[in-house]
Each structure stands twice: as C-alpha cells, then as structure tokens.
C-alpha cells in the first residue's frame, strides 16, 4: 500500500513556515504558531492539514488583511523558488494559497497580487477557483492579461484554476453550466510554447467533456484545423476520456469513427485465479479480415469487482495499431493486482474486454482470490 499523502505533509511543514515568518517578522510568535497547529493536526489529511494551517496564520499575523499578506509575501524569499522545491516539497506553499482564498476576497487587487506571486512557487489554482465565484468578471479580465504573461507558470494557472473539474476542489458550477468563458481563454493557449500549460489546456478540455462532449468535438475539430503537431497532441490527450467512454464523435475525431473489420482470436488469460497482489496476464491476436490496411485503436476494458457486489469497468489505453491485409498481429498485457490508495481488489469473477475502435470483444474471465 502506498504511504498516504499526509505524511509528506508533517510537523516540519509548519515549523518551516514559522522560521519564514520570523525571518522578516521576529514578533512573529513563532513557537505559539507551531503549538496551535500541532495540536490534532496528526488526525488530519493533506488538504485539512493544509487549511488548519491557513486557519491557524490568521489568528498570529496581524489583523489588517493585507499587512498580514504583505508579511506572508515578504517571508516566501527565505525558501527557494517552486522549480527548486519540486514534487511534495512545493506544497509547503499550500497553506499561503489557503490564506488566500479564505480571507482576500474583499482585497481583490492585493490577492491577484499574491496570487501571481504564488502560482510561481507551487500554484494558485486552489485560491483563484474562489475569486472567480465571487468576482468572475473581473478575474476572468484579468486572467485573460495573464495568458500573454512571461512566465509559464501564471499562464498555466489561466487554465487549471479554471477547470470545472479540477482535482481536489469543488467543481465550478457555473463553467459547467456554460463552458464558453472558459473556452475563451483556453483559445489563446492552445498554441503555447510550453508543455506544462498545454497539458493543463488538454486537461480542461476533458473536463468540458465531461459535461458538454458536444462542445469537446467541436473544439476538437476546428483546433484541427491548420494544426501544429502540439496541438494535435492537446487534441488527443483532451479527448481520452471520451475515447475511453467510447463516445463516437471523439473516436471519429481521432480518425477511428468507422466499424473495424477485424475478428479477435487466440485469447489466453493466465492465471485463471490470481492472487490479490499478484498480477494476470493477457494475450490475443487480432486479425485484420479487410482487403485493405486498416488503423485501429486497441484499449483493455477491465470489469473490476467492487465491495458491494457490482462491476465498475475501467479502461487501459493500449495501443493505435497499423494492420497491413489479412495480417494478424499478437498482444499481450499484465494487469497488477496489487492493493492501491485508489484501486481495492475484491475476491470474485472480473471480465476484461478488448475495444477496438470503440467496439468491444470479450477477452474471457478471470477469478480473483484472497490468496
């Protein structure tokens, strides 16, 4: 089992927070501060952690809202940059961002302000999500000036702090209802020069999908048009879970719309009865059964057993294959079985499926057993 997320979140979060401050602030109660959020935090999660922290930053920074950020900025030059602090260690900056959202929202200039500041160490797109609730219009202009900013960083937070669906924060109801201001700032994106912003752009636009698939093929469709080989990229990984979900006007997108002239063959599944925490191995052969060369999509779709008694399927992405005439080509696939924070294993019968172009074949079963 993985270690849970919290423990990378422990008591020195906040005692490293503490020596900030008092760097530019020795009135800081530094000590009080340290006791005050220790106090139950074990018992807590990540996120909860996170926010007892912000909470607890209130009570010892002064009261006035924006001298107490002024200090919580003045003391983010004690630690190295985000790009310095990668993986866990940028979630330190976790409870500033708290601080943010909880209490800026009558100090709009200030908190775009820190904001900006912030998403350049970890990112503001747990705060900005807030300011949009509360202040659309004017978050919205000014995120849109952002997406024309140097740093790939701010320009990002454009785009993931405006998810509908992002991760770990509530859902913004109203860019579910209607996605085009969301659309709007995604469009001048979706020609950036980094990765690390077009994958938030992909990431978004799946989760428009989600809500509106019309609206997904149709951006899909005309980003296509005159694009560069990033943009295509953008195009593939936003219509994944589409894909996954087999919806046709993605598949078609994608150049898979049609029915695939193939016949699945040869199929072994072994061991029969795995253990949890083990794994199962499946192979087959897929037969192209056209005059033609035909391109097709492979995805594993697994029929996972789940406590209560039900399936709920899960789909792999496998493979675009090129099958030349009547040729047959053989896969193979291992699935873990082990126990995961995200995935519990239950002895009982599963079913795993292959989709092909969004048809599904049955592979066969196999019997999970407790050991």
Same mark, same amino acid.
């Given at each position: 089992?993985?270690?849970?997320?919290?423990?990378?979140?422990?008591?020195?979060?906040?005692?490293?927070?503490?020596?900030?401050?008092?760097? +530019?602030?020795?009135?800081?109660?530094?000590?009080?501060?340290?006791?005050? +959020?220790?106090?139950?935090?074990?018992?807590?999660?990540?996120?909860?952690?996170?926010?007892?922290?912000?909470?607890?930053?209130?009570? $010892?920074?002064?009261? !006035?809202?924006?001298?107490?950020?002024?200090?919580?900025?003045?003391?983010?030059?004690?630690?190295?940059?985000?790009?310095?602090?990668?993986?866990?260690?940028?979630?330190?900056?976790?409870?500033?961002?708290?601080?943010?959202?909880?209490?800026?929202?009558?100090?709009?200039?200030?908190?775009?302000?820190?904001? $900006?500041?912030?998403?350049?160490?970890?990112?503001?797109?747990?705060?900005?999500?807030?300011?949009?609730?509360?202040?659309?219009?004017?978050?919205?202009?000014?995120?849109?000036?952002?997406?024309?900013?140097?740093?790939?960083?701010? #320009?990002?937070?454009?785009?993931?702090?405006?998810?509908?669906?992002?991760?770990?924060?509530?859902?913004? #109801?109203?860019?579910?209802?209607?996605?085009?201001?969301?659309?709007?700032?995604?469009?001048?994106?979706? !020609? !950036?020069?980094?990765?690390?912003?077009?994958?938030?752009?992909?990431?978004?636009?799946?989760?428009?999908?989600?809500?509106?698939?019309?609206?997904?093929?149709?951006?899909?469709?005309?980003?296509?048009?005159?694009?560069?080989?990033?943009? #295509?990229?953008?195009?593939? %990984?936003?219509?994944?879970?589409?894909?996954?979900?087999?919806?046709?006007?993605?598949?078609?997108?994608?150049?898979?719309?049609?029915?695939?002239?193939?016949?699945?063959?040869?199929?072994?599944?072994?061991?029969?009865?795995?253990?949890?925490?083990?794994?199962?191995?499946?192979?087959?052969?897929?037969?192209?059964?056209?005059?033609?060369?035909?391109?097709?999509?492979?995805?594993?779709?697994?029929? $996972?057993?789940?406590?209560?008694?039900?399936?709920?399927?899960?789909?792999?992405?496998?493979?675009?294959?090129?099958?030349?005439?009547?040729?047959?080509?053989?896969?193979?696939?291992?699935?873990?079985?082990?126990?995961?924070?995200? #995935?519990?294993? $239950?002895?009982?019968? %599963?079913?795993?499926?292959?989709?092909?172009?969004?048809?599904?074949?049955?592979?066969?079963?196999?019997?999970?057993?407790?050991?």
């Amino acid at each position: 089992m993985a270690e849970p997320l919290k423990n990378s979140f422990g008591a020195d979060v906040p005692r490293t927070i503490a020596r900030m401050i008092a760097a +530019v602030s020795p009135r800081f109660d530094e000590k009080a501060f340290v006791r005050s +959020v220790l106090d139950g935090y074990d018992e807590l999660e990540l996120m909860p952690r996170a926010w007892k922290i912000a909470h607890v930053l209130r009570r $010892y920074l002064p009261d !006035d809202y924006e001298r107490a950020l002024e200090m919580l900025l003045a003391s983010l030059d004690q630690q190295s940059k985000r790009r310095a602090a990668s993986g866990m260690g940028a979630f330190l900056f976790l409870p500033h961002v708290f601080f943010v959202a909880e209490y800026g929202l009558d100090h709009f200039e200030a908190s775009m302000r820190a904001q $900006y500041v912030l998403t350049q160490r970890f990112t503001a797109e747990f705060s900005i999500r807030r300011y949009l609730e509360r202040h659309q219009a004017a978050t919205l202009a000014r995120l849109a000036e952002w997406t024309a900013d140097p740093s790939e960083d701010v #320009r990002r937070l454009v785009s993931e702090g405006t998810r509908p669906r992002l991760p770990w924060a509530p859902r913004l #109801r109203a860019f579910q209802a209607d996605p085009r201001p969301v659309l709007a700032l995604l469009e001048r994106l979706k !020609d !950036d020069p980094s990765l690390y912003v077009r994958r938030s752009v992909a990431n978004n636009l799946n989760d428009i999908g989600k809500d509106h698939p019309e609206v997904l093929v149709e951006t899909a469709r005309r980003w296509l048009e005159n694009a560069t080989a990033e943009r #295509r990229w953008i195009i593939r %990984h936003a219509l994944r879970s589409a894909v996954k979900r087999g919806e046709a006007g993605a598949l078609h997108v994608l150049g898979f719309g049609h029915t695939p002239l193939v016949a699945v063959e040869t199929i072994r599944i072994a061991p029969s009865r795995p253990r949890i925490g083990s794994s199962v191995g499946v192979t087959w052969e897929v037969a192209n059964q056209a005059s033609g060369g035909q391109r097709v999509l492979l995805d594993l779709r697994v029929h $996972y057993l789940k406590a209560n008694g039900k399936h709920s399927p899960k789909v792999f992405k496998f493979k675009t294959v090129e099958l030349a005439a009547r040729e047959t080509l053989r896969f193979s696939k291992s699935l873990a079985l082990t126990q995961l924070t995200t #995935r519990t294993h $239950y002895p009982g019968l %599963h079913r795993i499926e292959l989709l092909v172009n969004g048809h599904a074949y049955p592979l066969g079963v196999f019997h999970i057993t407790a050991g």
